[in-house]
Structures are given as structure tokens and as C-alpha cells.
């Protein structure tokens, strides 16, 4: 019997859940005369919850059909689950009609692989290119970039995409090798390095000529799959770092493994905990925007990230050699290392600090988390010696007692 479009809808919505790389933000794309929609730069929308997310994407598959099979993926070929495909005037039906409705601000649209990359990568490129041109859509579009797939076919995907995803999914060779033997890594990278080249060729065209297209202006992203193999944090984050330096990446997206029906007897039989994925965003962001090296944060002898405090905190607890920081004289640099500084506050008391000497008062207005931060810092009138920084006690005295992870901590100032 024939799916309808709804049934589609469960099954390949129900499936997208498992790629994480799906980014909301970065594109901006302004409404043309007689077309739909815009992006901006802080978000996929004009529209914001009361706490500053942007409202949702309609995230799907073109489809959970797949001639691969990943050991750790339900859409597997071995797979027995529930299948669907979507023609590709269907995605663009649904993402139109969901628009007009006012659901979603934008779309993203991954797929299984199916006949081969090429035709996979044909097939999303065309949707983007349909909801573009014919129709006019101007919201945010991410789509999947499928490793393997011709450079003219990157090509044509980037020129209506905001943002392309080639999920790299295990960090290690040897992890694809045994999960996903199928996939290989110098064709991730190859895919990310033909996307990397695209987007700089676009920018510097378009410092040229403002009508010369665009490529990708989100850039791209990647996903790692953690907890399918035994690889450390350490080993993750090495990864990761690699990636940024080497591609640009935008964001790396770290997705607890999910255990799965009929697994293989080589996964495990229980998912990793999911403060582990919190841990390894944070450890991301200190790498990317905090100065630290992965070498600060892992260690030979003690491979993974500390479940119980922050990385940072972590960090800071090993090094109190560097501590305590005078926040009126130091440099950015050192300022960052602080914890309970992020980066916003951070250049707020280099700011402030032209004016007058900065009191735990000052830091209080910062809303400095001073129970994690004071043992750390000198101000005008705290006396460092008083907190006893070397004392037995000072990592249950800094520990937050609150079992509710943000996962951006760093970004508001609290990392």
C-alpha cells in the first residue's frame, strides 16, 4: 500500500532526530520582491521564543533508505525498521506549507544513502535549487553533504544551501573501519576540503563584484558520535580541533550514541552519560574561543573529561600554580583562564577597568558566579589568602550544586 505524505512525515521526521548537526543559525538571507521568507544572522528566523531560541526547522530525510551498513545506525540496510522516501517535490511541498503556516523558519534535509552518493547528493541539491528558483523561499536551508559526491554536485548544493554538513560520525579511521567499513575517512575530508575551497573562492569573489553568488555563506558542520566506540575524549577532541583548523568548520555537533533495535553485539549495550556530551561541548568551546589546547584538557593519564565539575574548573584545580589572577591587571588571555569568566565578561571588566579598580561589588554586577570565581581572583578589596586556594577543600567549595547543565555555560559568562 502507498505511504501517504504523512506517514512519510513520521518515519523520516522520527529519523532525523539521530543527526545532530543541524544548525539554526548563521545564514543571512534577505526577502526579495515576490519571494517568501529571509534569514538573518543571529538566527533562521524573525521570530524568537522568550528566551532567545530561534523556532524550529523542519528537519527531515529525503529518506531512511540506505545501501550502506553502519553498525550504529537504525537506517542501516540491515536494518529492520519502518521505511520511507519523500520524491523531491514532496520536501518542497512540506517545507512551503509548513512556512506558510508559520511551524518552521527554515529547512534541514538529510537523507540515507541511496544507489549512490552522487545520486543522493543530485537529488537534495535539486530540492534547494526547486524551493530557490521556482519558488522563491528565501528561509534558511542546511543541507546534508554526502561524502563521495562529485565537486560539481557540492557545487550546485552550496550555491542554494545556507549550510553544508559532511558528518564525519566516529573520530578515528580505525572506528570507521570496524562500526562503518562502507565509509572512509580521506573521503570526509576530501568532501570538507572541497566545500572549504568553495566558500573562500565565493568570498573572494564577492569582495570583487556584491552580485557574484554565494556559496554556503553558513559554512559547514560535522557530526561525532560518541560513545559507539571506546575512543577517549581526548582522542574526540584532537579530532575536532583538527577539523576547525583544517576546514573552518563552523561547529562540531557531539551526539550521545542511542542505542538501537537488533544492535550489533559490538556496540554498547548501554548509551554513554549524557553529561559526558555536555562535557565535550564545553571542552569545544574553551578550544575555539577560550585559547585553550586539547593537551590542557585531557591528559595522557587521565584521557576523559571529569563528569563532576567543568573543564575548565578541571583545568584551573590542576594549575592553581597560575592562581590567584589580579582582574586588574591581567591580560585577556589570562582573564579567560578564570573561572566563572566567559568571554562576554571578560572584555566587560576590560572595559570597566579603564575607569576605576573592579571590587567583588563589580564582579557581582557582572553576575560573576563569585562562589566559583573568588578563590581564583584578586580584586581591589579581596585578599586571596583569606579564600585559601591550597586548601584540601576548595574543589567542594567551587562545585555547583546544581544538577541542571546549561550547554552553553561559556557563552553566558558562566564557564
Known amino acids: 500500500m502507498a505511504q501517504t505524505l504523512g506517514q512519510k512525515l513520521t518515519v523520516l521526521a522520527g529519523a532525523a532526530r539521530y543527526d545532530a548537526s543541524c544548525a539554526s543559525s548563521g545564514g543571512r538571507r534577505t526577502n526579495t520582491p515576490g519571494g517568501l521568507g529571509n534569514a538573518n544572522g543571529s538566527g533562521i528566523c524573525h521570530s524568537f521564543t522568550p528566551d532567545g531560541r530561534c523556532v524550529?526547522?523542519?528537519?527531515?530525510?529525503?529518506?531512511?533508505?540506505?545501501?550502506?551498513?553502519c553498525t550504529y545506525c537504525v537506517n542501516r540496510v540491515s536494518s529492520n525498521t519502518p521505511r520511507a522516501r519523500f520524491t523531491v517535490?514532496?520536501?518542497?511541498?512540506?517545507?512551503?506549507?509548513?512556512?506558510?503556516?508559520?511551524?518552521?523558519?527554515?529547512?534541514?534535509?538529510?537523507?540515507?544513502?541511496?544507489?549512490?552518493?552522487?545520486y543522493t547528493m543530485e537529488q537534495l541539491a535539486r530540492v534547494a535549487e526547486s524551493l530557490r528558483l521556482t519558488h522563491r523561499f528565501n528561509g534558511y536551508i542546511h543541507l546534508k553533504a554526502v561524502p563521495g559526491a562529485s565537486e560539481a554536485l557540492l557545487h550546485r548544493a552550496g550555491l542554494y544551501a545556507d549550510r553544508l554538513s559532511a558528518n564525519i560520525e566516529l573520530p578515528t579511521a580505525d572506528d570507521l573501519a570496524a562500526l562503518a567499513p562502507q565509509k572512509k575517512m580521506p573521503e570526509v575530508h576530501a568532501t570538507m576540503t572541497q566545500?572549504?575551497?568553495?566558500?573562500?573562492e565565493s568570498v573572494a569573489e564577492r569582495r570583487k563584484s556584491a552580485l557574484a553568488p554565494r556559496f554556503a555563506p553558513a559554512g559547514q558542520s560535522t557530526q561525532l558520535i560518541i560513545g559507539a566506540t571506546p575512543s577517549s575524549d581526548s582522542t574526540i577532541l584532537a579530532t575536532a580541533d583538527a577539523l576547525y583548523g583544517e576546514h573552518r568548520l563552523r561547529r562540531v555537533y557531539y551526539s550521545a550514541y542511542s542505542p538501537i533495535p537488533d544492535s550489533d553485539a559490538r556496540l554498547p549495550a548501554q548509551p554513554p552519560p549524557l553529561v559526558r556530551e555536555h562535557r565535550l561541548y564545553q571542552a569545544d568551546w574553551?578550544?575555539?574561543?577560550y585559547g585553550f589546547e586539547v593537551g590542557e584538557l585531557t591528559t595522557p593519564a587521565v584521557p576523559n573529561l571529569d563528569l563532576e565539575i567543568d573543564p575548565k574548573l578541571a583545568w584551573a584545580l590542576r594549575?592553581?600554580?597560575?592562581?590567584p589572577v589580579d582582574v586588574n591587571r591581567a591580560p585577556r588571555e589570562r582573564l579567560l583562564r578564570i573561572p566563572g569568566l566567559g568571554v562576554r565578561t571578560v572584555n566587560r571588566i576590560l572595559q570597566t577597568r579603564r575607569f576605576h579598580a573592579l571590587r567583588l561589588e563589580d564582579l557581582r554586577k557582572l553576575r560573576v558566579p563569585l562562589k566559583r570565581t573568588v578563590p581564583f581572583v584578586i580584586t581591589a578589596d579581596h585578599n586571596p589568602h583569606a579564600a585559601g586556594i591550597d586548601r584540601d577543600d576548595l574543589t567542594g567549595r567551587v562545585r555547583t550544586s546544581s544538577v541542571q547543565l546549561l550547554l552553553f555555560e561559556s557563552v553566558t559568562g558562566e564557564l
Not at 524550529?56 to 551498513?69: F, P, V
Not at 594549575?319 to 592562581?323: D, I, S, T, V, Y
Open 56 to 69: 524550529a526547522l523542519l528537519k527531515i530525510l529525503l529518506t531512511n533508505y540506505c545501501i550502506y551498513d
Open 89 to 118: 517535490d514532496e520536501v518542497v511541498t512540506l517545507t512551503m506549507e509548513f512556512y506558510r503556516r508559520n511551524y518552521i523558519e527554515g529547512l534541514f534535509l538529510s537523507s540515507g544513502i541511496i544507489q549512490s552518493p552522487d
Open 195 to 200: 566545500i572549504k575551497l568553495k566558500v573562500d
Open 286 to 289: 574553551l578550544l575555539r574561543y
Open 319 to 323: 594549575h592553581r600554580e597560575q592562581f
